[in-house]
């Protein structure tokens, strides 16, 4: 079941510029999002999360956006640097329930030098 | 603090063979996890603990797959016996308890000839 899609598989931007990943949901009772950092061999890294309760939050050169009434939360990384190339992985749980986490597929991000 | 461990990191092994991996979370993390993370997808959960009881296998293929946290600490998943789809990495996550965020570990990655 997917409920939760990142339908960019791969995405390329220059040093210095705006990365805009996003990611799409179906299920309302999801109030939590995370998004994950995955370099090869290696476990996926948390990176930023939001909550429900709010629209926006930020970290350093990350901030996540979360629009409810669309389903929709996309992640900025702004200046992006070479060093940002990844997979990021989007996910999503309702805290209230189990926890359960449901990840999309992944977004492959490619920072030019 | 330390991450979450896991071992072996690569095991290659026949369809129809044993194998088995082990978790060592986080140390006072209360929550452990097991996901399949199959190429191309994102991971997948298998199995969630809470100390040493199960909180959630539903997607677990318990005719071949079987998982114990006996001490509330350390985990073992296994498959037996193994089908070429089972070709993937397995992640161990762990966190404080279920409503906090989980951290991964670097994931076996198991092929199975």
């Known amino acids: 079941d997917q409920q939760v899609k990142q339908n960019s598989p791969s995405l390329s931007v220059q040093e210095g510029r705006i990365s805009i990943l996003n990611c799409d949901y179906t299920?309302?009772?999801?109030?939590?999002f995370l998004w994950y950092k995955k370099y090869p061999a290696e476990g996926p890294t948390f990176l930023i999360s939001?909550?429900?309760?709010?629209d926006k939050n930020e970290d350093g050169r990350f901030t996540v956006f979360l629009n409810k009434s669309a389903k929709h939360l996309s992640l900025h990384i702004v200046p992006s640097q070479p060093g940002d190339s990844a997979v990021y992985f989007c996910?999503?749980?309702?805290?209230?329930?189990?926890?359960?986490?449901?990840f999309g597929a992944g977004t492959r991000l490619t920072v030019k030098p | 603090e330390a991450g979450v461990a896991q071992s072996p990191r690569y095991k290659i092994i026949e369809k129809r063979q044993s194998v088995a991996f082990w978790c060592n979370p986080i140390?006072?993390?209360?929550?452990l996890y097991w996901y399949q993370q199959i190429l191309g997808q994102g991971p997948k959960l298998l199995i969630q603990?809470?100390?040493?009881?199960?909180?959630?296998d539903s997607q677990l293929p318990k005719d071949r797959f079987s998982a114990e946290r006996l001490k509330g600490v350390d985990s073992t998943l296994k498959i037996q016996p193994a089908k070429l789809e089972d070709s993937a990495v397995y992640l161990c996550?762990?966190?404080?308890?279920?409503?906090?965020?989980?951290?991964f570990g670097p994931g076996t990655r198991l092929t199975v000839l």
């Open positions: 996550a762990s966190s404080f308890d279920r409503a906090n965020t989980q951290y």
């Open positions: 299920n309302s009772m999801f109030d939590y």
């Open positions: 939001i909550s429900s309760i709010k």
């Open positions: 996910a999503a749980s309702a805290i209230l329930e189990n926890n359960d986490m449901r």
């Open positions: 140390s006072g993390h209360a929550t």
């Open positions: 603990f809470q100390n040493n009881g199960v909180v959630d």
